[in-house]
């Protein structure tokens, strides 16, 4: 088995038949489908049951609600193919994806190829695309990526890479803090088998089509998702991991700080922004943020990295807090 792709599934009735399709339709036919049914509440449980009656490629699996990571991690666990390809239920391949990344793997052997991801609204392909590194195909050093993933949002995508199978033999991390979360949980995914891959091959192909929906958890913003966005759980899981990778120079260190202040810049105007909109920018004025954020990356809000306009922002809100 060349490719195994892994769905997981919640309540995706309306879309998921568009992307089990996009893999029924690949030019490449050695594949398997892995469907996680995540607890779904609707009827996806049976449509994707449906077309695993149709053919002997896909398997579904069901189990109660526990978040798009662990149904990630079950797909995982059963999967058999030589690469893992990771797609979301709203989402789609192109047509020629599979056969693409193939021809890539046999020219480079690479543990982790990347491609591009197109972004795509009400049905058209917009100009923005996403994971896009160059336009020519190129190896990239793994402490390139593993210095991207430490200090930016540039290639979290897990549904922009295939990955060799074996990158996940043996990771007995506790992922628990993970569970039901809809924030940072793609990064989370790829510190492991980043650590155990050799090598990475960039493809510049558009291979992904990444379906905008505006009524989206990520982009529904309220307070209850205030601590969540700032994905607290991934940034302790990364520090751990930058202790692996032997990445904890003052450099290191100082470039993880501000990706976290972008991070919670992103959280906090975007969360005011929304309030002031619904009349509640007092509900978003008492909301407690020093006791969910990372105090000690503040220590770095003068840094050189950061824009007047970034620095500006953060003083405001550390004032308002």
């Known amino acids: 088995m060349r490719f195994s792709v892994i769905v997981p599934v919640y309540n995706a009735a309306d879309f998921i038949g568009n992307c089990v399709m996009s893999v029924m339709n690949q030019t490449f036919g050695d594949w398997e489908l892995i469907i996680v049914d995540d607890g779904s509440t609707n009827e996806s449980g049976i449509l994707v049951d449906r077309f695993a009656a149709k053919d002997g490629r896909i398997r579904v699996f069901h ?140 493809i510049p192909d558009y291979l992904y089509k990444y379906n905008y929906r505006a009524d989206s958890v990520v982009h529904n913003f309220d307070m209850n998702s205030a601590s969540a966005r700032l994905t607290n759980e991934m940034f302790s899981l990364m520090y751990e991991y930058m202790e692996k990778w032997n990445m ?30 619904r009349g509640k920018l007092k509900q978003f004025r008492v909301y407690n943020w020093m006791e969910h954020v990372n105090k000690s990356a503040f220590r770095y809000c003068m840094s050189c990295e950061l824009s007047i306009k970034e620095k500006l922002k953060l003083l405001v809100a550390v004032i308002g807090f």
């Open 63 to 202: 189990q109660e609600n526990r978040g798009q990571f662990f149904a990630r991690r079950c797909g995982i666990a059963n999967s058999k193919g030589d690469y893992l390809v990771f797609l979301d239920s709203d989402d789609e391949l192109t047509h020629n994806c599979l056969k693409t990344i193939n021809a890539a793997a046999c020219e480079s052997n690479a543990d982790i190829i990347l491609y591009v991801g197109r972004i795509v609204r009400d049905d058209l392909e917009t100009d923005r695309y996403i994971g896009n590194v160059g336009t020519e195909k190129c190896r990239i050093p793994i402490d390139t990526l593993k210095r991207s993933l430490i200090s930016s949002n540039d290639l979290n995508s897990l549904c922009l890479k295939a990955f060799r199978r074996d990158l996940f033999d043996g990771d007995d991390t506790d992922y628990s803090a993970f569970s039901g979360t809809h924030y940072g949980e793609d990064k989370a995914q790829l510190f492991y088998p980043v650590t155990n891959a050799a090598s990475v091959y960039y």
């Open 248 to 277: 904890t120079d003052c450099a290191c260190k100082r470039a993880a700080a501000v990706y976290y202040l972008r991070t919670f810049l992103s959280a906090y105007y975007g969360l005011r922004k929304t309030m002031a909109a």
